[in-house]
């Protein structure tokens, strides 16, 4: 189904737009183009069994600017799973019904923007806890007519966005977790550590395969990023920043570097968290937020990861 | 002028990079029972995008298309127009998909049998240097492209690049290196044994863009 979108005025994007579409039809050399953001989005606490919409509780849309002088038709799918390459510590989302987008064909005029909102439902029930899911959107513009006869070869231009759900963390499921690989709790939380004060937590591996794994266990701190050197990595939480990389093995330190699970089985593994003294008041640190991931990586397959989350609040 | 623009419409960019929280309170978070929580989110507004200055390959221009003939395209310019780094990767297929020609994945240049027999063709890019040489039949492999996310092959990747699983690495805008953020494409066609300037039929590239990681 093919349809133009009304276009939703949304004044905190305004400026941004503006300057994308100006950016983008300074270009005039240019035959082609296609373009999307946000580059990244990260969901977490997605709660199993509820409906969301995305652009209803945050505003936030795929926005898609039409940066030639032609109207152009951009069909949208979310990848299915065997298609999908996920950052380590993902499973890609099992069920691309999961994640859906409305619309999933537009039209936009020469220097619009079209503006897609995505809808996330994940099904009812504990196995879908504790989840960390990688969604692929792939936008394709069908520009390309035929324009002799004979044989050509004709280019078109698409583009995979990668979002991120993670699903609510929970300590005791009722159900052990979906997919080949689990992990749980996902998170933890630490309010209001004490300087130098040790914290022991536990979480389960799950080996859902039908072959005995050997997990690698490592503290990872992804590479520092800002906004001119943005890249695909593990997203940090909004709220909190992580824990200094140098400085890691004081924050977390976990049982063993190793763990074996049978297949269909699963297995405790121990963390020590520490909150060091940062050489600064206490007091000082209120409404702080640091974290640290504890990645599970098996000896082939699907990775997942544990989130370790201190933060300081008002009593 | 128009890098000019671009450094500040990038500036402004990195200015509109948000992190934000549907909860008010992000800090607070704890396990929700079987409760939902509110959820959080954390957004990056900058785009993934490119161009392409020719999106079309006229195969049958001068002496047509001979059966098992090697053409190099001409020189396609790639730029990336977004703000992030991207990886470029490239999938063939058939228009129509009722086409009698289908893809032959690889080929040995130096083997005849290996060409594409009667009703099969064989596509390949290389990606260079904007602005270099454009490239002899020697240049290519002859691994070509797959219907699954195939990189280009070619042992020279351009300016601070290289080919990996996930694709050709162009970067944003460089200031101080004002062609970093482009590359050059060339496609090597190998025709089918029975091919002829008769045959109407229209093969797709398509290259895709994703976030580099």
New interface residues.
Partial sequence: MQKTQTKKPIPS?K??IF??L???S??S???????????????????PG?K?D?YE??G?QI?I?N?IGSRSLYLLNVNPPE?V?P?KGYLPLPDTSWFRLEPDSLVVEPYDTGRVRFHIAVPAGDEYRNQAYQVEI?I?RR??E?????????????????YFIET????EPKAKPAGIIGVV?SQF?I?NPSFGKDTTLQFRVYNNDTLEHEYSLSVYIPPPQ????????L??????EWIPEEKKTEWVKISKDKVKVKAGSSELVSVVARFPDLGVPWESLK???WEAVVAVVPDAGFSRFVRI?Y???EQ | M?RI??IA??M??????L?????S?????????DT?????????????????????????VGE??MPNATPI?PR??V?N?????IDLSFRVGD?TGVSPWVFKPTVSFAVDSTYPATDRYF?EPYIDNAGATTPTIASFTGTGVTD??TEATSSNWAHNRSAR??GVDLP?YVPGNPNWDQVNMF?L?V?PAS?T?D???????????????
């Fill in positions: 994007l400026a941004f300057v994308f100006f950016l983008f300074s270009g050399w240019a035959k082609e183009f296609i373009g999307a953001e946000p580059a990244i989005i990260a969901l977490q606490d997605i709660f509820e969301y995305i509780l945050t936030y926005l600017p940066a298609q390459r950052l792939h394709v520009a390309y035929k324009e002799k006869v004979g044989t050509t070869v004709g280019i078109v231009l698409g583009l995979n966005l990668e609510s963390p929970y300590p709790p939380f309010r800002d906004t001119l050197s943005i890249r695909l990595d997203p940090g939480s909004p709220g909190y409404n702080r937020g989350k933060f300081i609040v | 128009g623009i671009k419409a990038l402004i960019m990195s200015v509109a990079c992190v934000w929280a549907a909860d309170s992000p800090l607070a978070n704890q396990y929700s029972g939902p929580g509110k959820i959080r989110i954390m957004v990056r507004m900058k785009g993934v995008a490119f161009s392409i200055d020719n999106t079309l390959w006229d195969l049958t047509g298309l395209s396609y310019t730029q127009d977004g703000g992030v780094n228009s596509l699954v996310f699983a996930s944003a496609l066609f025709a091919s300037t045959i109407d039929h229209t093969i797709i590239l398509e290259i895709q863009a994703k976030l580099a990681d």
